[in-house]
């Protein structure tokens, strides 16, 4: 194996990660801020877990560190667009309420049976074959 593997990649971003998130922790406890405690402590669990499967070659670890890693980043650049407020994400709230009430308005259309049209179990139903064209086994006599 070389040097700079991913996997010895890996290992140096989590242990960096891990370090950082600490550090970060102990400035979170000195203003006793405890949401971004409770959301540093997951981070450090995540990163741990990380690294963990990245030692022991866990792929479902590195998977869940993966997708804890995007959500963490997408978090963080909420937080810093909202507080620069970069493109009017502080009227955010009205825009996620338009979004769920424009996905509940689609799912009430789309459950409206036009005349049967778009149901594909229909409560009655109706053979499309008559019976003398059925297949039927046949057999032979030797």
């Not at 891990?18 to 997951?42: C, K, M, S």
Request: net charge negative.
């Amino acid at each position: 194996m070389g040097c700079c593997s991913g996997r010895c990649t890996l290992i140096f971003i989590c242990t960096l990660q891990l370090v950082l998130a600490l550090e970060r922790q102990v400035f979170d406890f000195l203003g006793y801020q405890w949401a971004p405690i409770l959301a540093n402590f997951f981070h450090i669990i995540m990163v741990i877990l990380g690294l963990f499967g990245t030692i022991q070659y866990r792929p479902r670890y590195i998977v869940v560190y993966t997708v804890w890693a995007a959500l963490w980043v997408a978090w963080n650049v909420f937080i810093i667009c909202f507080y620069l407020d970069v493109g009017g994400l502080s009227k955010l709230l009205g825009f996620v309420y338009a979004c769920y009430v424009v996905s509940a308005i689609t799912e009430e259309e789309d459950s409206f049976d036009f005349i049967g049209g778009f149901d594909p179990f229909p409560l009655y139903h109706v053979n499309e074959k008559p019976s003398h064209l059925l297949l039927k086994p046949m057999y032979q006599s030797t």
